[in-house]
């Protein structure tokens, strides 16, 4: 018998990822959107006839309980976030509201409706932060460095409470930065991408940038989507860390993306000091040997492959050639 799943956040990056990869394994896939004077789906659109959609919002409890009754699902994926870390310097108390206290939401819900139903928690490798050991694993302390990474923690840890106090099966994935085409423009690699695409085209200048030396673990979100989805057909549940354990700089994407179409990036990249964070992670790298031993799981796109992956798609859109919105 098919397994029916609940997205939450199935309209942002990685809910598109995930809707197509059940969808390939035969489940039936609901997805949780909020309200909105326009309907914003365009990652999901080629799915859209595939997938069931249905209105509640993470600060609305009896909205995600008549959601669950509805949909009696097998598999819950709890991907909606305020997930933009600038965005939680500026709106900290809503990204608590959805990005902490929303995941309590979901877990209520599941204990009022059914303790059988399995619960995955997307929870982040800012929680790391200031880094208290290179690479991090999963018995690494947490010291986060923005209210996002602070509500990511609290959403972490009452995943595990839930586990061990009502027996639930609730998995945190602890993800390193993972990318797409599908990436919002805001995010440092999809503002890269998009605007070497704009360059090369004729139709942008230059590229304002912050905090360039800051290291990040950069994957592929089809590849981070699976893992979520082995995590939670084990037979018991546990936390992962899913990465790479590769390291590069915002410089290196830039490097690897202008370098791409022939360009030099430093005849085009400014610095503006808008774009620095009132505190920053300086430097993540994750050590995903738990993954591969327990759940068989390892990266299988690399660095250069994903940075040409995305630039590629991106002068498609930029010259006309895809129109998909995104
Ligand atoms: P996106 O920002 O692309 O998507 C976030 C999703 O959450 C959107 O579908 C958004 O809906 C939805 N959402 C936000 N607020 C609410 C709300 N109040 N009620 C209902 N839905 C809401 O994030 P990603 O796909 O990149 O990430 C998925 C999850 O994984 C997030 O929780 C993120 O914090 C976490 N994460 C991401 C990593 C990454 O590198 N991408 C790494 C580690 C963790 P709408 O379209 O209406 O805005
Ligand atoms: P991050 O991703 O904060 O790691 O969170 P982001 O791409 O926003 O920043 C990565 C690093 O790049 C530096 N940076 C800039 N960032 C942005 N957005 N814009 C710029 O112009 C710029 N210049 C330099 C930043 O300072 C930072 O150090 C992402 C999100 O998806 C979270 O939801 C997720 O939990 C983590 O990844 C893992």
């Known amino acids: 018998m098919s397994k029916t799943a609940l997205i939450t956040g199935i309209t942002g990056q990685d809910g598109a990822y995930l809707a197509q990869l059940l969808l390939d394994q035969g489940y039936e896939v609901h997805g949780m959107?909020?309200?909105?004077?326009?309907?914003?789906f365009d990652r999901i659109e080629p799915l859209i006839e595939d997938i069931t959609l249905h209105q509640a919002d993470l600060l609305d409890q009896l909205s995600i309980v008549r959601l669950i009754e509805a949909t009696s699902p097998d598999e819950i994926y709890n991907l909606a976030a305020q997930s933009f870390v600038p965005t939680s310097f500026e709106q900290p108390l809503l990204t608590g509201e959805f990005t902490a206290l929303g995941v309590t939401r979901m877990l209520e819900a599941i204990r009022q409706v059914s303790t059988e139903i399995r619960f995955y928690q997307?929870?982040?490798?800012?929680?790391?932060?200031?880094?208290?050991?290179?690479?991090?694993?999963?018995?690494?302390?947490?010291?986060?460095?923005?209210p996002y990474g602070?509500?990511?923690?609290?959403?972490?840890?009452?995943?595990?409470?839930?586990?061990?106090?009502?027996?639930?099966?609730?998995c945190s994935g602890i993800l390193f930065n993972h990318e797409s085409p599908l990436r919002g423009k805001q995010f440092v690699t999809r503002k890269i991408s998009d605007a070497v695409a704009r360059i090369k085209l004729g139709k942008q200048e230059k590229l304002s940038l912050g905090n360039l030396d800051a290291e990040r673990d950069w994957g592929f979100a089809g590849d981070y989507v699976r893992a979520m989805w082995l995590m939670m057909q084990q037979d018991t549940p546990d936390d992962y860390v899913v990465s790479t354990g590769q390291r590069h700089?915002?410089?290196?994407?830039?490097?690897?993306a202008f370098d791409h179409v022939g360009l030099n990036w430093e005849d085009y990249v400014e610095i503006d000091p808008a774009f620095l964070r009132p505190a920053d992670v300086n430097t993540l790298c994750g050590d995903f040997s738990k993954a591969h031993e327990n759940l068989g799981w390892q990266?299988?796109?690399?660095?250069?492959?994903?940075?040409?992956?995305?630039?590629?798609?991106?002068l498609d859109r930029v010259s006309g050639k895809l129109n998909d919105g995104v």
């Open 122 to 146: 997307a929870s982040s490798s800012e929680m790391f932060g200031t880094v208290q050991e290179t690479p991090q694993r999963e018995t690494t302390p947490f010291w986060p460095r923005s």
């Open 33 to 40: 959107v909020r309200r909105s004077s326009s309907d914003r």
């Open 299 to 314: 990266p299988e796109v690399t660095f250069e492959q994903l940075v040409q992956m995305m630039v590629d798609t991106d």
């Open 249 to 256: 700089t915002v410089r290196d994407f830039c490097q690897v």
């Open 150 to 170: 602070v509500a990511k923690v609290y959403g972490h840890w009452i995943t595990v409470n839930y586990r061990e106090s009502y027996d639930i099966f609730a």
